[in-house]
């Protein structure tokens, strides 16, 4: 009778370490998934949201969709922040009664606010613009996805643990701005098995929550560039361009504040920006480095804050001549022996400079201008990130900041238009000291028309693609020509023709 039970009990026990955790641990994975599918649905409705300016019921429908095909209940909350300033007046209907001065009202309109404007109760509009819903210029918008029923792998996991647990699983946030006797042995393993596996699954979650996070903050990063790229644009008189560092700078660190979710947190934004140990925005004739600088106050107290430095130009020097680069081939040369100065394109210097070999040589000059740009950038960045310890510490973040291990070859193929390079060093993202560590660079397409970006198949095999492709996934290396990503082994992508 003993050894039946023994038995009974040993087969249970196989039972549970063979069959209930392997199959807990693939559902968990499913979740992981999930939570992946969930979070690339809801930036890419987002992302269109504010690309478009509006929401159509068509766009709702077909996100609910795509999260109804995960096979889970969401609740799906949005948020649309509109900021208005409006001139103050003791009475409105007096002009004369103007007080110099403005007020930043910000108005938040919810989900039920948004539906029944997509989806009104009584239609009774003259066509089917008349039911979208509209964002202005600077306005934020906000959605979270959080699932409301019990997945399978919380469900397997009550069974096991004999508890109840939340049904709030998979969540995700994002804005944008516009395992003797049979059973002595049984018990035996399940003592010594179970604290390792136990270990390892606390291990790999943590990995792979890392590795969520930094997946996260990638996406955020990227976003922020992107927003700063576009907004550092300005257009005046005769469609004329200029370049507002300020308006760079607010759109980046907005667009940060909106999707960490501490927009209203002053201290917060304060711990996040030390975070970021310098940003450069790099302009058609030179750039300027945005990072920590120490300086006195008219109180005779120092200060340590982040601030734009002067321009500085891409300048090179040899043999008595002196060059200033520009994104193009556009260059000024002086003459320092014979204080002659020299402008223009590459081409058209020929003829005034025929024995110098370096306006001369068009791969000489290609060679030696993007060598110039990459290390002058490259050397005040790597000098900005190590004096940014010290301006860290004063937030308490004991992380040590160092220069990133990025090739030469790529600097020089990133920095090929006029746009803003980020870097965001030091964020805990694990509990066994995991840090995030990443840069992005956003182009405002002024220089470069046109992208190119290769990617590796399912076979091997190496395709460039166009930037808008939709199979493309990975944007890390930027090529300027379809010649370039050939030499490199690349076919064209057969999706968008590049």
């Avoid at 004369?96 to 001065?101: E, K, N, P, R």
């Avoid at 980046?252 to 960490?260: A, G, I």
């Avoid at 308490?396 to 238009?417: K, L, M, T, V």
Wanted: aromatic share 14%; glycine share 4%; net charge negative.
């Amino acid at each position: 009778m003993s050894e039946t039970l023994g038995k009974t009990v040993a087969m249970l026990i196989s039972i549970l370490l063979f069959f209930i955790f392997p199959v807990e641990n693939m559902l968990t994975r499913q979740d992981d998934i999930t939570r992946i599918v969930v979070l690339y649905e809801t930036t890419d409705f987002v992302d269109s949201v504010r690309n478009l300016g509006y929401i159509t019921p068509v766009m709702y429908a077909q996100f609910c969709e795509a999260l109804a095909a995960t096979g889970n209940v969401y609740e799906i909350t949005m948020e649309h922040i509109h900021y208005s300033i409006d001139p103050v007046y003791t009475d409105p209907a007096d002009i004369t009664t103007f007080q110099h001065d403005y007020m930043i009202n910000r108005n938040i309109t919810y989900t039920e606010e948004i539906l029944e404007r997509l989806f009104p109760e009584n239609p009774g509009f003259s066509g089917q613009t008349d039911r979208y819903y509209y964002l202005s210029k600077g306005d934020i918008f906000r959605v979270k996805v959080v699932n409301v029923n019990k997945t399978p792998a919380t469900r397997v996991q009550q069974l096991l643990l004999f508890s109840e647990l939340p049904a709030r699983r998979i969540i995700v946030s994002y804005g944008a701005w516009y395992g003797m006797k049979i059973t002595d042995m049984a018990v035996l393993f399940v003592s010594i098995a179970l604290p390792f596996a136990l270990m390892l699954r606390i291990k790999n979650d943590n990995l792979k929550n890392a590795e969520y996070k930094s997946m996260i903050l990638n996406r955020y990063l990227d976003t922020a560039v992107e927003d700063a790229s576009n907004a550092m644009i300005v257009r005046g008189m005769d469609n004329k361009i200029f370049i507002s560092r300020e308006k760079a700078v607010e759109a980046f660190f907005t667009t940060l504040y909106v999707n960490f979710g501490i927009m209203h947190d002053e201290t917060a934004k304060d711990v996040l920006k030390a975070y970021i140990p310098v940003i450069v925005l790099i302009d058609y004739d030179g750039y300027w480095v945005y990072s920590a600088e120490s300086y006195k106050n008219i109180n005779g107290e120092i200060i340590q804050e982040m601030v734009w430095k002067p321009k500085k130009p891409y300048f090179y020097e040899k043999k008595g001549f002196v060059y200033l680069f520009t994104l193009d081939d556009y260059v000024k040369v002086f003459d320092t022996i014979n204080k002659v100065f020299y402008e223009g394109r590459r081409e058209e210097l020929t003829s005034a400079l025929p024995f110098d070999t370096l306006i001369c040589d068009f791969e000489l000059f290609e060679e030696v201008r993007k060598r110039t740009i990459a290390e002058s950038i490259k050397k005040d960045v790597n000098i900005a990130i190590n004096e940014h310890n010290k301006y860290a510490k004063t937030y308490g973040i004991a992380y040590h900041f160092s220069p990133p291990s990025i090739s030469d070859g790529n600097w020089q193929r990133n920095i090929e238009d006029i746009g803003i390079l980020a870097f965001f060093q030091g964020i805990p993202v694990g509990i066994r000291g995991e840090r995030f560590n990443s840069y992005a660079l956003g182009a405002a397409r002024i220089i470069r028309k046109n992208y190119y970006f290769i990617q590796q198949d399912i076979n091997g095999i190496y395709y460039y693609h166009r930037e808008n492709c939709p199979i493309l996934t990975e944007k890390d290396t930027i090529y300027d020509n379809r010649r370039e990503c050939a030499l490199l082994g690349a076919f064209p992508c057969h999706i968008c023709n590049p």
